[in-house]
């Protein structure tokens, strides 16, 4: 399935070319308190902000029926043909390269490195016995890292159940998998947590519930017949609400887990991380401003509410009724608070306009129950984003202002590319400066971040095309059986930054950027 596509089917995609009132997000303006982007260095951030870049399990290691491992459901989807017959059967076959690939890591100069575990591989029924291969690839990788100094961040759940579970009982839909999931989190905590302090329940649970749910666009690719993909299983109206709920109950479990169990010895970190676009009204009508506090509340109050506030945004009850569970006394006051930091991936802004017809629709899902239209304006195919900086300073601010200033780690941020094997991605470069300078500004205005991510360490395959588009620092050239990697300018100019240079004005020459 084309990326194109997928923005229609997400975001209802609409193309407007007509004149409105409000800039475009790349014409946003600096104040004179920015940061000058050509001024900063990696030593303007404190020396206990973290620096890093990510990959994730199903996206990387390849290797998908060896040693052990069982299949999980983006396997099950990826083999249904979304992506057009491709699949990460082999992908990057980082769990073989993993030294090679760690030496890169090391290479590069980054201080933290964010990868997810495999549930199948670890546990290939789901529950019950640990598989030693996996738990020992597992091991060995954690070792590397540690070796070169860099501090693991491990993400538990990366899109990819085990199948088995979905097949035994409906995955995210049944709370059945409410207790697998903590058990599963034990299993890592006991064994990993002597050298992991970051941990992360859930990848985007917003894109998981939207995606795998409602659209069906993402792993397990559930949706109503009457969505854009004519899913053959799913029930867009019920079935996310109800895996949301599930998700919040698991990472609540999880938390708790922890906290009783783990924390005192291992004095570690747990967070679930959300998907963000920054929304901009449209026009600066009433119905347009309140439209985008809607979709704000339905993408990321969502899941926020519930973990700062114990309950689900008032809107989200109103609009969705009855299909939204409730949760009892005892379950609020566990989910609230139950986060030690926010992860956030963030790549791009988005403006929304009213749709309050959408509230007339006789059956409808989370998308017709938010009433508002997201727009996707200028760019037909997320092959390059805008640099728009200054939505990620939005951001940053929603979250002090809204939900108390949380502990924030960025754990996605970068720039999407066709993979056509050049290794000069200036725009990966501009993109990465202009964030960082924000980020920075973000920070000197009382955001409590503590660790930026680029996405991703390597090109890999994607989560919504396959290998049509890569966002790595590396090219990974899978016409050649080695799958060599070679490193992009976006790679020694992260490096450079990190060392402590500065960047500023060597955008355009691959000369000027030392080698490591
Ligand atoms: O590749 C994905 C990742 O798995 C989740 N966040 C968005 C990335 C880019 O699409």
Redesign the pocket.
Known sequence: MSSFVCLVVVFVLININNTRNVVAFSEYSSSDDDVDTNKYTRNDFASDFVFGAGT?AY?VEGAVLEDGRTYSIWDTFAHSGFYNGANADVTCDGYHKYKEDIQLIADTGLEAFRFSISWSRLIPNGRGSINAKGLQYYNNFIDELISYGIQPHVTLH??DLPQILEDEYGGWISKKAVKDFVAYADCCFREFGDRVLHWTTF??VN?FTLGGYDLGFTPPGRCSPFGILNCTRGNSTYEPYLAAHHLLLAHASTVRLYRKKYKAMQHGFVGINI?FYWFEPYTNTKEDVEATQRANDFYVGWFLNPLVNGDYPEIVKKNAGTRVPSFTKLESERIKGSFDFVGI?H?SSLYVKDNPSSLEMDVRDVVADMAATIIFDGILTPTQFPVAPMGLQKILKYLKEEYGNPPVYIH?N?Q?QPRNGTLNDTPRIEYLQAYIGALLDALRNGSNTKGYFV??FLD?F???DGYNTG?GLYYVDMYDKELTRYPKLSAHWYANFLKGKNMSGILPNVDAIDSF
């Open positions: 994730s996206q990366h899109d990848n985007e894109v998907f991936n790549y996605e970068g999407v996405w991703s890999l994607e989560l919504l966002y």
